[in-house]
């Protein structure tokens, strides 16, 4: 039986909405810390977030507003309920998904495309997002569609090892991945630090890429799965009367360190060292710090993961992929793992080489 041909990542694009909400959420968070203690401790901990910028689909009010103030999208008693949110997600996901897919430029050729997989898990509609997106791109309706949804911030790894098997499988196929996410519809009216932090760090953002067996990008390599024992309730996404309620632990950052300085865990996720080019999730920047310390590489190993944190918050699924993208954009070169952490507490990962 002759080897199954290599996957390659040819091409990368990533988009955004231009509308910048993270100050704007800070102001409005705050003051809602009822403990002035509290609240000063919140202050500190947004400020050292490693956050410059947040971006959204929801638009700006009249006078520039953002989505909590006066006349925003937030401003109802007691929030949209998650049908209003879901309409939102069924317009602005497929515009910010094809944004994505419309820088892919000349890389992209709808013509060529035989398989579409699709990660989106901040919305739900049907048809699904991945037929929205066929439709308005003119695919053919024979192209096979893969629809990747509520995995959270590791479905990026997903779509991109289901690129690669489907690939490995049909050395002629040509796989158009896109992931699309509007973390910035599902706001809740917490008052307590830990969920408000957690949201602070969320934004939306879409990214598509083309796998072939044509050389050229990154070479893919095989995939790696974990889920970490008695940790199901660190992250969790419930489906609530106003939009997706996020349960995302402090003591996330703390299990992850040590989780990956155990040299079994190490093992089953690279296979010994960690290679040279980290591409982690940027999940926040005690997670960021959390996998320097437990992997003991040098101050700026993740670089571009937090890069990517600053410009772009953290992005649910498409995150990973703008972190791959920016290697892309530089021309990193070596053996490298692309990493994410999310529900489960699992980490889902790939392998690449980037030449």
């Not at 947040?54 to 989505?67: E, F, I, M």
């Not at 932090?197 to 990214?207: C, H, K, P, R, T």
């Not at 003591?251 to 690279?270: D, I, K, N, T, Y």
């Amino acid at each position: 039986m002759l080897p199954a041909p290599p996957a390659w990542l040819n091409a990368l694009a990533t988009a955004t909405p231009d509308h910048d909400i993270h100050h704007a959420f800070i102001d409005w968070a705050t003051p809602r810390v009822a403990d002035e203690r509290t609240r000063a401790l919140f202050a500190r901990m947004a400020a050292r977030s490693g956050i410059d910028h947040r971006w959204s689909v929801l638009p700006p009010t009249a006078d520039g507003g953002s989505p909590v103030a006066r006349g925003g999208f937030y401003d109802v008693p007691g929030l949209p309920p998650t049908s209003v949110r879901m309409a939102a997600y069924a317009k602005h996901a497929p515009e910010l998904a094809l944004q994505a897919i419309a820088e892919l430029g000349d890389a992209f050729d709808p013509a060529r495309v035989t398989h579409l997989v699709v990660a989106s898990c901040t919305g739900f509609v049907a048809p699904g997002i991945d037929q929205i997106i066929a439709r308005r791109l003119g695919l053919p309706p024979t192209v096979e569609r893969v629809l990747i949804g509520f995995m959270g911030c590791y479905a990026g790894v997903t779509a991109l090892r289901n690129a690669r098997h489907i690939v490995r499988s049909e050395p002629e196929a040509v796989v158009l991945v896109v992931s699309v996410e509007l973390s910035t519809l599902h706001l809740s009216l917490a008052d307590q630090p830990e969920p408000l932090l957690a949201m602070l760090q969320f934004s939306d953002g879409a990214a598509a890429g083309i796998v072939s067996a044509e050389p050229g990008g990154l070479a893919l390599g095989e995939g790696r799965s974990l889920a970490l024992e008695a940790s199901e309730d660190l992250i969790r996404w419930d489906i609530g009367d106003k939009g997706f309620e996020m349960q995302l632990s402090g003591e996330v950052p703390g299990r992850l360190r040590a989780a990956l300085g155990e040299p079994g865990v190490q093992a089953q996720l690279f296979g010994g060292d960690a290679p040279t080019l980290l591409a982690v999730h940027a999940g926040g920047r005690s997670v960021l710090d959390a996998v320097e310390s437990a992997l003991h590489v040098p101050a700026d190993a993740l670089a571009d993961s937090r890069a990517v944190l600053a410009a772009w918050g953290n992005m649910s699924s498409a995150t990973i992929l703008f972190v791959l993208a920016r290697m892309m954009e530089r021309q990193a070169q070596g053996e490298g793992i692309a990493i994410a952490f999310g529900p489960g507490l699992a980490a889902e990962a790939i392998r690449f080489t980037a030449s």
